[in-house]
């Protein structure tokens, strides 16, 4: 036999009153879906904290007493430039999500958000595919095989929409002759196409939505997933937490970041020795020539530091041989 206890509020010294934290600049969204692609949105359902949330969290675990050293935004700047990531854990968003099947793919591998999909087992598939106009049709990139470069001229970008067209509109016909026929839903979805729309619930805390933010709204990232990476960054989050929100793009999406051979590269191309820099480069495999073609090999890690000198010090780096 368990004994009965009562359960109440007890009398503390440490009682003080809890006002919800709210941000009326997210609650003037609340509900609102922002177009991406042809067809589709993300909304936000539901929110926990703001920036006055990761402060809080951030002053307990300094602990009670402990004098205060910095001013909110300080504080949460220097929690994100030393990746003191806990007290971002404090906040949570909730998402309504409508995304091509190719693009939520990729968006499904976050696996620190909480998530449900709509169900193409249990309901009829959305009946909608993500369309290509033909202006948009991008070339496979020559040197990123993940990549795309440039555009496909229009006039043939309006022969692979229009086929684009005929494919989606045949994958759906049959798809809707199986349901017709009385094929199971979850066996007759399997020819749909990826372009097929599908919806979710997505939730995470504030530190890995940042994290999915970084990878997804970099130039790396495929565009289809950037766009919605990009709109949840600039029109959610911003509005969200504002000052994370520059605190984050200051200390990682423009931030640089150089290995320890480039930092070594660099001290010698800012002391004034371009030739020191390229025997150290030389010495890590980086210069090789193509005598054929009268240039350096490719080389990735090479050119990777030379696109940063140039894009953020407009420094153009010329290896002597
Ligand atoms: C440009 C780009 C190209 C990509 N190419 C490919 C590809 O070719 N093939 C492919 O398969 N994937 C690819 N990915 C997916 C990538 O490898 C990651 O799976 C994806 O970006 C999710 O990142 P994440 O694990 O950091 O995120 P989350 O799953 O949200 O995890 C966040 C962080 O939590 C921690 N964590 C989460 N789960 C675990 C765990 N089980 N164990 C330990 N730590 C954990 C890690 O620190 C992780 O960084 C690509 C991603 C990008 C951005």
Not at 51 to 78: F, K, M, N, P, W
Not at 140 to 151: F, I, T, V, Y
Not at 174 to 200: C, F
């Amino acid at each position: 036999m368990t004994e009965s206890v009562e359960y109440g509020p007890i009398e503390s010294p440490h009682e003080e009153k809890i006002v919800r934290v709210t941000v009326p600049e997210m609650d003037a969204i609340l509900g609102r879906p922002f177009r991406i692609l042809d067809d589709g949105f993300v909304r936000v359902v539901d929110y926990l904290g703001g920036d006055e949330s990761i402060v809080q969290a951030a002053r307990v675990s300094y602990g009670r007493g402990t004098r205060r050293l910095h001013e909110d935004r300080g504080l949460i700047r220097y929690l994100m430039r030393h990746q003191h990531t806990t007290p971002f854990e404090m906040c949570e968003i909730k998402l309504h999500v409508r995304v091509p099947m190719d693009a939520w793919r990729q968006w499904i591998r976050h696996r620190t958000a909480n998530v449900n999909e709509y169900s193409t087992r249990y309901s009829i598939a959305i009946d909608k595919s993500q369309a290509t106009s033909p202006d948009a049709w991008r070339r496979q990139a020559s040197g990123n095989r993940q990549g795309s470069e440039g555009l496909i001229p229009p006039e043939v970008g309006a022969r692979l929409s229009e086929r684009e067209r005929e494919l989606q509109r045949l994958a759906r016909q049959i798809y809707e002759e199986r349901i017709e026929g009385g094929v199971a839903r979850e066996q007759a979805r399997k020819d749909l196409p990826l372009s097929t729309y599908t919806e979710a619930y997505w939730k995470v805390d504030l530190w890995n939505l940042l994290r999915f933010l970084g990878l997804r709204m970099d130039r790396h990232a495929q565009q289809e997933i950037r766009e919605y990476a990009c709109a949840i960054g600039h029109e959610i989050v911003a509005a969200w937490v504002p000052v994370t929100w520059q605190a984050f793009l200051d200390y990682t999406v423009h931030a640089v970041r150089f290995s320890s051979l480039e930092a070594e590269v660099l001290k010698r191309l800012l002391s004034g020795d371009p030739a020191g820099a390229s025997d150290l480069a030389r010495s890590y495999g980086w210069l090789e020539r193509d005598e054929a073609k009268g240039k350096w090999k490719r080389h990735r890690e090479r050119s990777e530091f030379e696109v940063k000198m140039r894009e953020r010090f407009g420094y153009a780096v010329s290896w002597s041989r």
